[in-house]
Structure formats: C-alpha cells, structure tokens
C-alpha cells in the first residue's frame, strides 16, 4: 500500500513540525517554502507552557536551550531611558521575558533540521489554486506544475496567502487599530541585555531587545486607522515612520536610523487577529498563524507548535484504524480550538489601551506597570494576566 502523500506549505514554525510527526506516522511528505531559501531573520519569539512539552516531545529542547537570546527581563522606562518598572525574566514562563526566548530564524532552522531526508523540501515556489474531489487534491504551483496530493495543510503565516484564496467566506479579520514595524539596529556598549519598552505620547510605542548575534532587534508601534500603510514602499513607509515619531523621545532616532541602515530586515503588520470560522474544507486544513494569528500576544508559538503536533498525531491514527482524515480534523480544531481563541484574542480596546493617546491614558498605563511590577504582585499579574487559559492535555501519539 502506498504511502498518503501530503503537502505541507510553510516552513516555520507549524510546518516542520508537521513534516517531522507525519513522516514518522507513515506518510510521504512535501514541505513547501515559499521564501528561495531558509529564512534566518526575525524577531525575537518565545515559548511557553505547552510548546515547551512539545519541544520535550521532539527532542531538541536543549538544543533551544543552547541558543536563547540571552535577555534578562523586561524594563519599562521614561523619556530619558531611566527605568521605572522592572520584571526579571520568568522561570514559569508567564511574564513579559519569557524562560525560553530565541530569534525566529535560528528556532526555524533547529525545526528544519529535525525534518528527515525523506521529506521533499522545496523553496521558491507557492500554491496558486487547488482543485478539490472526493479522492484527492489537485494543487497548482505559481512554477506551473500540477500535482495531486492525499491533504494539503497551511501552515503559513497571518496574511497567507493560500489561506485568502480558499477560506475567502470563512475568514474574518479583526483590526486592532495598531501598526508595527521591526526591524534590527546596531548594537552600542550602552546596550543591556534587558527588553526596554517605552511608551511615548500620541499613540506611540518604541522598544528595543538584545539577541544572541551582537545586534539589537527593535520595534516601533503606533496607533492608527487602517490606512494602506503596509503596503507602501521601504522608503515611503520610512518617510511616514520619520514623521509620525518626530519628538517622540528616548531612542527613536537611532532606531530609525538603524531601520534605514538595514532595510532588508525592516518590515511592517497590522495588529489585527485572523478569525477561521472552520479551520478544515475537505482534503485542505489551517494551522498555526493561518487559522488565528494576531498581533504580538507572545502566544503564536507556543500555539504554532502544539498545532503542528496535534495535527500529525491525529492523522497519525487514520493510517492504522477506522477514523478518516475528516475525523482528525475535527479532533485537532476540537482540542486547540478554545485555547486557540484565548491565548490569541486581545481584550476589547487592549491593543490601544498599550497605545494611549492622552497624557492621563500614558500616565494610567505607567501607573499599572509599577503596581504589577512590584514584587508581592508580580506572581498574580502574571498568573491572572498573562497565563494561558483553556490549556489542552497533550495527547500521547503511538505514532509519534
């Protein structure tokens, strides 16, 4: 009996970690990037909770463990960099600093590296189209080719693009009224190995972090109305950040200098939450970022990898017994689906609430960085605040 072919398209997070369990559950796997080669740029990301037991599962938690940015907790600080709120670096996994904190690229390379030969790994190519039966799911890549494969699974990022294409009615897209721009900086010998945030006046929000590679990544923030802003050029989108940041204080002149200096890795989201009314549609199925990425909730990870392990376990079960690939999908949305919502939902107004516009709305949210940074209350502002909620037992997968 042949092996069930399957495509998995993006090769970050969610992606390798599903290439690396189905190909152990029986299945002949493609992992699809579209990206002409590996990335290894990106932010800082971290895991927590339950990502961390999946890392457990895959084996390569130490190996993580070797290449953490380093950062020793978060500051809040004033208009002159002095600090005014501190929280060290968590060892539960809930504060701001999470106990594993690492850059995306190298966390997406230790993933990609776990995926066996036997996986066909591509670059440089996207779907374009799929043609769906009872039978099987004919892809259309953007190269031309047409191939059949048994289950295509997303695993791609907010703005996926095969998502947009073939879950149009069933995606609703929930605007925060934020936009975000990153990018990395040179790193200076004033430079700590604490997160600094700052938050200025007029909706605007700067911070800076260390990394493991000698260099500082960084982020500007400000509130605003959907306005195109993401889709305009580099320099256009510099020339706008210029002005919107003009005084706005503390480091925002060096960090805009060092998002010019270094303009292949600036970029620019939305802070809006991807809401997938259902996450399958016969033989094509979402996972990670594609089915409910939002802005920075430090959760995407974490959720990206508990995805992808639940996901090829349950299709795990269809190659030795009664259940159907309708069937794990099912379990796999009913297991993640309320934690999904939770640990990637924002309050109502959150997002502008870390934005504030007034000085009384600057003055608020500094006060309640001091109140929670003070020790008695650290434990319960992270415990009530930031911990995840609706967590799923992990299953234990044979196949796996």
Request: charged share 25%.
């Given at each position: 009996?042949?092996?069930?072919?399957?495509?998995?398209?993006?090769?970050?997070?969610?992606?390798?970690?599903?290439?690396?369990?189905?190909?152990?559950?029986?299945?002949?796997?493609?992992?699809?990037?579209?990206?002409?080669?590996?990335?290894?740029?990106?932010?800082?990301?971290?895991?927590?909770?339950?990502?961390?037991?999946?890392?457990?599962?895959?084996?390569?938690?130490?190996?993580?463990?070797?290449?953490?940015?380093?950062?020793?907790?978060?500051?809040?600080?004033?208009?002159?960099?002095?600090p005014y709120a501190e929280f060290p670096k968590s060892t539960t996994g809930d504060g701001p600093t999470a106990e594993i904190e690492i850059l995306r690229g190298r966390f997406s390379r230790i993933l990609v590296d776990l995926v066996p030969d036997s996986v066909d790994l591509r670059y440089g190519d996207f779907i374009i189209g799929v043609q769906q039966t009872s039978d099987v799911a004919e892809v259309t890549f953007d190269s031309g080719a047409t191939e059949r494969f048994d289950l295509v699974i997303v695993a791609e990022g907010r703005s996926s693009r095969t998502r947009r294409i073939l879950f149009v009615e069933e995606t609703e897209l929930r605007d925060f009224g934020v936009t975000i721009t990153y990018g990395t900086i040179d790193r200076t010998p004033e430079d700590t190995e604490y997160w600094d945030w700052y938050t200025g006046t007029r909706g605007r929000v700067a911070s800076i972090r260390p990394d493991n590679e000698g260099t500082i990544r960084a982020s500007m923030s400000f509130e605003s109305e959907p306005m195109g802003f993401e889709t305009l050029p580099v320099e256009a989108q510099l020339h706008v950040l210029r002005a919107r940041f003009r005084d706005a204080?503390?480091?925002?002149?060096?960090?805009?200098?060092?998002?010019?200096?270094?303009?292949?890795e600036f970029y620019v989201q939305r802070m809006e939450q991807v809401v997938v009314s259902r996450w399958s549609k016969g033989r094509v199925v979402l996972v990670g970022d594609a089915a409910w990425g939002s802005g920075p909730t430090g959760m995407g990870t974490t959720l990206a990898l508990a995805g992808g392990y639940i996901l090829a376990g349950e299709l795990g079960k269809t190659l030795n017994g009664p259940t159907t690939h309708h069937d794990a999908f099912g379990e796999y949305e009913r297991l993640l689906r309320r934690y999904a919502d939770s640990a990637q939902?924002?309050?109502?107004?959150?997002?502008?609430?870390?934005?504030?516009?007034?000085?009384?709305?600057?003055?608020?949210?500094?006060?309640?960085?001091?109140?929670?940074?003070?020790?008695?209350?650290?434990?319960?502002?992270e415990k009530h605040l930031t911990s995840e909620k609706h967590v799923p037992a992990l299953p234990a997968y044979e196949a796996l």
């Amino acid at each position: 009996m042949s092996r069930p072919r399957v495509l998995v398209t993006g090769a970050s997070v969610a992606g390798p970690t599903l290439a690396w369990g189905l190909t152990r559950a029986g299945f002949d796997v493609t992992l699809l990037e579209r990206s002409a080669e590996q990335r290894q740029t990106g932010q800082n990301i971290d895991v927590r909770g339950i990502g961390k037991d999946v890392l457990d599962r895959l084996g390569v938690r130490s190996i993580v463990m070797q290449h953490l940015t380093g950062e020793a907790g978060t500051r809040y600080v004033e208009r002159d960099g002095k600090p005014y709120a501190e929280f060290p670096k968590s060892t539960t996994g809930d504060g701001p600093t999470a106990e594993i904190e690492i850059l995306r690229g190298r966390f997406s390379r230790i993933l990609v590296d776990l995926v066996p030969d036997s996986v066909d790994l591509r670059y440089g190519d996207f779907i374009i189209g799929v043609q769906q039966t009872s039978d099987v799911a004919e892809v259309t890549f953007d190269s031309g080719a047409t191939e059949r494969f048994d289950l295509v699974i997303v695993a791609e990022g907010r703005s996926s693009r095969t998502r947009r294409i073939l879950f149009v009615e069933e995606t609703e897209l929930r605007d925060f009224g934020v936009t975000i721009t990153y990018g990395t900086i040179d790193r200076t010998p004033e430079d700590t190995e604490y997160w600094d945030w700052y938050t200025g006046t007029r909706g605007r929000v700067a911070s800076i972090r260390p990394d493991n590679e000698g260099t500082i990544r960084a982020s500007m923030s400000f509130e605003s109305e959907p306005m195109g802003f993401e889709t305009l050029p580099v320099e256009a989108q510099l020339h706008v950040l210029r002005a919107r940041f003009r005084d706005a204080g503390w480091q925002t002149s060096r960090i805009l200098d060092g998002f010019d200096a270094r303009r292949d890795e600036f970029y620019v989201q939305r802070m809006e939450q991807v809401v997938v009314s259902r996450w399958s549609k016969g033989r094509v199925v979402l996972v990670g970022d594609a089915a409910w990425g939002s802005g920075p909730t430090g959760m995407g990870t974490t959720l990206a990898l508990a995805g992808g392990y639940i996901l090829a376990g349950e299709l795990g079960k269809t190659l030795n017994g009664p259940t159907t690939h309708h069937d794990a999908f099912g379990e796999y949305e009913r297991l993640l689906r309320r934690y999904a919502d939770s640990a990637q939902g924002l309050p109502a107004g959150g997002a502008r609430l870390l934005h504030p516009s007034t000085r009384l709305g600057r003055a608020g949210i500094q006060t309640l960085h001091r109140v929670t940074s003070a020790k008695p209350l650290q434990r319960f502002a992270e415990k009530h605040l930031t911990s995840e909620k609706h967590v799923p037992a992990l299953p234990a997968y044979e196949a796996l």
